[in-house]
């Protein structure tokens, strides 16, 4: 699984690596098994970056594919007990 690197900016995506590699399976093995850090063992220790602490985060959401927004206004999009059936309109 590839997820941005700590204190990296998407902004930069073009200029610098930002991404992280890390060992999607082994993550999810720790996570089921309750362990106190189930990231940090499980990355390629030749990498000079660190993934994000949402990681783990992705790791638990079952899509190929994760968007993830720190927007406000998504935020709120999806807090709403309507925002599924409004945002199925918009898009």
Do not use: C
Request: no cysteine.
């Amino acid at each position: 699984m590839w997820v941005k690197a700590f204190g990296k900016w998407l902004s930069d995506t073009e200029t610098e690596n930002i991404f992280v590699s890390v060992n999607y399976a082994a993550i999810r093995k720790a996570i089921d098994a309750a362990e106190a850090d189930p990231v940090t063992q499980y990355i390629d220790k030749n990498q000079t970056l660190m993934p994000s602490i949402e990681a783990i985060l992705h790791a638990l959401i079952p899509h190929i594919v994760v968007l993830h927004v720190h927007s406000v206004n998504a935020i709120v999009w999806t807090v709403r007990k309507d925002g599924f059936e409004q945002l199925k309109n918009k898009l």
